[in-house]
Nanobody, 116 residues
Framework: QVQLVESGGGLVQPGGSLKLSCAASGSIFNVYLWGWYRQAPGKQRGLVAV????????NYADSVKGRFTISRDNTNNTVYLQMNSLNSEDTAVYYCNIIVGGATYWGQGTQVTVSS
């Protein structure tokens, strides 16, 4: 049983910053990949950023490169998403995702709204 709990979402003005956290618990030995995805109203869920367990490899959606940073804390089984220079197009529900033991798990999502 794996559980992912996201936190840190909320309302922020354009140009502002937020930091999302996702804490994993349960049978999470040797997580292969940590990731953040997002889904805006009327759109499909898409990749935001991923990071390998060792942290040596990251990948970002073109729309967030240079503004968002993914990081992880293997000791505490937590992945973070630092989001800077937010704009209205970043408004979405953000989901944490991990791949472990060949299975994929999702969190419940946290809402990020960028509005003045």
């Amino acid at each position: 049983q794996v559980q992912l709990v996201e936190s840190g979402g909320g309302l922020v003005q354009p140009g502002g910053s937020l930091k999302l956290s996702c804490a994993a618990s349960g049978s999470i030995f040797n997580v292969y990949l940590w990731g953040w995805y997002r889904q805006a109203p009327g759109k499909q869920r898409g990749l935001v950023a991923v990071i390998t367990r060792g942290g040596t490899t990251t990948n970002y959606a073109d729309s967030v490169k240079g503004r968002f940073t993914i990081s992880r804390d293997n000791t505490n089984n937590t992945v973070y998403l630092q989001m800077n220079s937010l704009n209205s197009e970043d408004t979405a529900v953000y989901y944490c995702n991990i791949i472990v033991g060949g299975a994929t798990y999702w969190g419940q999502g946290t809402q990020v709204t960028v509005s003045s």
